[in-house]
């Protein structure tokens, strides 16, 4: 099984056998002023390699340079070694304002809903042909009918990005 924030692509549905979207995710660009945001093409965004917001970024054309994970890319705004950096919607809520490691930095801009771009979905995969797959799906909508999901979202905070089997 493959279960970590993994976004539905053409890559993914051609590997496994992939699951119902269980959660719809974005990429943002975190910096610590909104300012800054008026000329992306000035600045030097901090990316994830191989992420989704390293996508992004290179589909935009910025300046941008790869670490290990989009922690590390929170690292460098705060460090100001970057300007500011593409990171998942979900990770920026958790990890960024008031009672966070990274109080002083700020998330703007979903850049997919500013593409017109459709939300990334988070899913699982299984082996090709995994019956896994299935059992899954069936558990998910169970657990959203019974209330489930929606608790365990509220106490992680991202009950606005549950997808509803």
């Known amino acids: 099984v493959v279960w970590n924030g993994m976004t539905l692509t053409d890559e993914v549905k051609n590997s496994m056998e992939c699951t119902n979207a269980y959660c719809s ?14 000329d992306p093409s000035k600045l030097t965004f901090a990316v994830e390699a191989g992420s989704a917001g390293e996508a992004v970024a290179k589909e935009k054309g910025y300046n941008a340079n790869s670490v290990a994970s989009q922690a590390d890319a929170l690292m460098e705004v705060a460090a100001g070694t970057s300007d500011a950096c593409v990171i998942d919607l979900l990770m920026a809520g958790a990890m960024i304002g008031e009672g966070t490691s990274y109080p002083n930095l700020v998330y703007t801009l979903d850049l997919n809903e500013a593409n017109g771009d459709e939300p990334e979905n988070y899913v699982v995969g299984f082996r090709k042909d995994s019956d896994l797959t299935a059992a899954f799906n069936d558990f998910y909508k169970s657990a959203y009918e019974d209330g489930t999901v929606e608790k365990l979202a509220e106490k992680y905070g991202v009950q606005e990005a549950i997808v509803a089997p």
């Open 25 to 38: 995710n974005g990429q943002v660009i975190v910096t610590t002023d909104e300012s800054k945001l008026d």
